[in-house]
């Protein structure tokens, strides 16, 4: 083994650094998190001794039920909208030439330039009341007075749709570019038409890049909570809010810690149920 670091040094090295990152910065804080949600809320300490399940029976109050569910819709239809959009988008992406596919990616990805928060701080002043879209619509005479945009269930959607489509799109290219020509030239001399082509051949194609682009999008659109704080105002809270007001302003860390540990685990779900699929499509292409 010495001798193999010996010969190896930089691959040595690597290795060290990602299994260091994995345990101190991954493993670590979620053992934590762990540890927090099994135990008992102390106003001094935040948390202290004796381990219990208490934070998780919270979970249950039709309060914080409530608050999950409406978080579970908003992420659902934020989800349903990107997926909308970046379908068609990542297909018709993936047909125009490699010269301009690197231009339309790089204007895709450029927003991640700037901080999502200042993104979401600049939509807010397009859709307030006094804003660039009520003042176009005034302008136009389409509209008398200004609409109520901001602080409302559309304005978080919207902003979540704007923050996370992206992430919809790209793991639909991956998929699309991939797709093979023959495949469907195949299905239309089969005597497949096009909708037939749709539904049996292109859709179960890319089926890995819609749950990828789901997980991707489902999960971090329920704990966005800065985008509700600044768009929604306080009837439209995510999962995320409860989190970070446990943490922050109720001090009750176990049951935020708990809250965490389910979005974690419905996350390890989803990648479950993407590698199933992975798996069944290869098993039926081989």
């Known amino acids: 083994m010495m001798l193999s670091i010996r010969q190896q040094p930089f691959k040595t090295a690597v290795l060290v650094l ?58 659902t239809l934020t989800t349903a909208i990107c997926l909308l959009i970046g379908y068609p988008f990542a297909w018709a992406l993936s047909k125009v030439q ?34 660039l879209l009520n003042s176009a619509l005034l302008w136009l005479g389409w509209i008398s007075e200004p609409l109520q945009m901001l602080y409302t269930q559309g304005a978080v959607i919207v902003g979540l749709v704007y923050l996370l489509l992206p992430f919809m799109i790209l793991p639909l290219y991956a998929v699309f570019d991939d797709l093979r020509q023959d495949v469907l030239l195949a299905s239309h001399d089969l005597g497949a038409g096009r909708f037939a082509t749709f539904t049996n051949v292109i859709i179960p194609l890319t089926l890995p890049g819609v749950l990828a682009g789901v997980m991707l999008v489902l999960l971090p659109a329920m704990g966005l909570f800065f985008v509700p704080d600044i768009l929604g105002g306080s009837r439209n809270l995510l999962v995320g809010n409860v989190i970070k007001n446990q943490f922050l302003d109720a001090r009750n860390w176990p049951f935020g810690a708990a809250a965490s540990i389910v979005l974690t685990l419905t996350m390890a779900l989803l990648m479950f149920a993407h590698r199933l699929s992975k798996q069944r499509l290869g098993e039926e292409s081989s």
Do not use: E
């Not at 208490?54 to 908003?74: C, G, I, K, T």
């Not at 301009?100 to 859709?127: C, E």
């Open 98 to 131: 490699k010269r301009r596919q690197m231009l339309l990616i790089f204007l895709l990805i450029i927003p991640f330039w700037t901080n999502s928060l200042v993104r979401i701080y600049a939509l807010k002043l397009i859709l307030a009341a006094n804003g």
């Open 18 to 75: 990602v299994w260091g990152w994995l345990l101190f910065l991954v493993l670590a804080p979620n053992l934590l998190v762990v540890g927090a949600s099994v135990m008992t809320r102390d106003p001094s300490t935040f948390i202290a001794l004796p381990l219990n399940l208490d934070a998780y029976r919270q979970l249950f109050n039709p309060l914080y039920l409530d608050v999950f569910l409406h978080s579970l819709w908003m992420a």
